[in-house]
């Protein structure tokens, strides 16, 4: 039981932990009958944080010793006796692959997605009281790839795992339980595909051998399938999460997604974007090939799109079914959009040491929420692409032209090359001469690199700022001026410091237990939109003679506004004309008193014990609306003589009355509340509404 004092909309950003996690990985495939050469096709957008380096890594098949150990980060598990020799895209501090292939011809993407079991989990956690740590996502990819010659063997491998050690922990650096998710792999080899789903150590798996498959972040199997854990039904009918019916098949996404508004907007952005790249795979069916997957890659036709600004990777993956060709990992570090496919060879030896190389950081095993961010260092190729991305979006329709028309044409030289060096190395592999056919490949790679190096440090000089153009624009002297800490009183933070700072001649925005993200410059509404999103941003009130004086977070049709901590405002109305509103007001619906009061010389709602919400001057209809957002307001009415006898609550439809009262007619009440959450038409955060039943406190 607990006092409650308002039916108050309650903002609730869950901002940048499962929304911002949002990074939607798509990974999407033709199988040989959808393409036109008859090889099975796969593609995959891995999106992280924009400072999650992602580098090209290759291991070699290698024997392991008895009793040998793998570290990783999270966890520590056993080696295998032999792995595979796997080529792959790996995260700085991360031991697995966001995407990769194997020697075998097996390749292996993953998707984030929530579940149940996952929200189960994370309230157990926070409690003191979670399952262990298991490996990520990305280490599950990696063993599956190490493990296997074959999708299905691939299958086996991963849910051996999952079921003995789990997936539970982060999966974000620097992010302890809010970067924790599960994971959705599609699996693939020469002639077949398998789509793998897991909610915490139980799974589902579906065979594709023809057509076109797509998978987001969510769950995409129902109630057709060819593999399962074997109580998956039953322990959905224990949780109370599926409801048997005559006639109706058991359907593992309905039973295992989470119910809440937030996940279920969520789930719909994952089918926005599964959808437009499956609906792009049906426009050519029968003659995909990797030009259209890269096309793909690119798409920014939806919102959100499977081209994002946080996408760190991007990988088109053809596999032959015969020994007469070898399969080839194209690969784009960071944005596709703005990037270029380089073709690599899982049948080579090495890669160039700049394509394995992280920032700052460096490239190492950590657990995820003791990694540092990574920065960017110019002998890194991946940081080389984030840079330029960066600076396309500056003016992206006219920049990204520019970068189009120069890597076009290397990804088309590349490939009108590549038959004659994969027919060179075929014929010294059939002859024997292994090292001989990995030393072409090795060299063709390095050739493709160096040429993308050369065009990007190019492209990079040509759209780098003048100095004195950037010092006639007063750019640093403006974003200094905006650097300071704002006060956020509303969802989740109360009284909470948010930070925007300036690095490098670029501005960034830093919440309580939140990594720092970068804003972009203003557009022409003003708001500087986050590099991760547009879907949200920020923009700065001055005052006429104090400056800066507040900061205004935007959210889709919401402004949430954050006064700078240090300015103090001047009143708005002259305070003594303020006083009669002061004072206690009782509420008969919902058995509660609330007070008037003066903060930051406005006038402001109290609720005893909780928060003060400033109120703005009224409107011309006597609405004074809450100066945190516009989503909620009240108005005075007042008797002929002048004296202030109630309020009115007022939030969408809704309105509530609270009678002036004295303050030793104070009633107290117990009250039990539920929370029913209503999405809104935004994607990161949601409205909470509190219904309540009272009993007076006996």
Known sequence: MKKLFIIVVILVLVIFTAIFNIFGCDTWVALPDATVRGLLIFAKNSDRTVFDCQPLMFYPRQKWTAGSQINLGRITIPQSSETYATLGSSPYWCW?????INEYGVVIGNEGIFTKPLSEAIAAARAGQGPPAGPTGMDLLRLGLERSKTARQAVEVIVGLVEKYGQFGSGMPGQDLDGAYENSFLIADPREVWILETAGTRWIAKRHEKGV?????????????DLASHDLAQYAQQKGWWRPTPG??????????PDLPEWLAQRQRALTRSGCSLGLLKEKIGAIDEAWMMRIARDRSTSPSLDLDVTASSCIAVLPRTADELPVFWWAAGVPSSGCFVPAFVHGSKLPTIVSAAGTFGKKVAPPDRVLADRFSENSYWWLFRDLADK???DRPARNAVVRAEFDALEKEFAASLPDIIRQAVNLRKAGKIDDAAEILDAFTAECVEKALRTVNGLRKKFAPEPAEEKAKGVAPSLEELAGVYIANFGAYIDADWKVSVKDGRLFLEMPGRNALELKDPGPDGIRRFVVSDLAGVSFLRGEKNGIIAMKFSQGPQAFELPRKGVVLPPEIPLDRLQKYLGLYYGEEMKETLEIVIKNNCLALKIPGKKTYELRPPDKEGRRYFRVSPVASVSFKETAAGEVESFTYYEGEGELLYKRIRSDTKKEYQVRFT????SLSFSIGTIVRTGISIRPRS
């Open 248 to 257: 109706l098949a058991f359907d593992f996404a309905k039973a295992y997604l």
């Open 675 to 678: 929370f029913e959450f209503y």
């Open 96 to 100: 697995g692959y966001e995407e990769g």
């Open 392 to 394: 396309v979006n500056l």
């Open 213 to 225: 498959a797509s998978i987001s972040n969510t769950l995409s199997v129902t109630s057709q399938w």
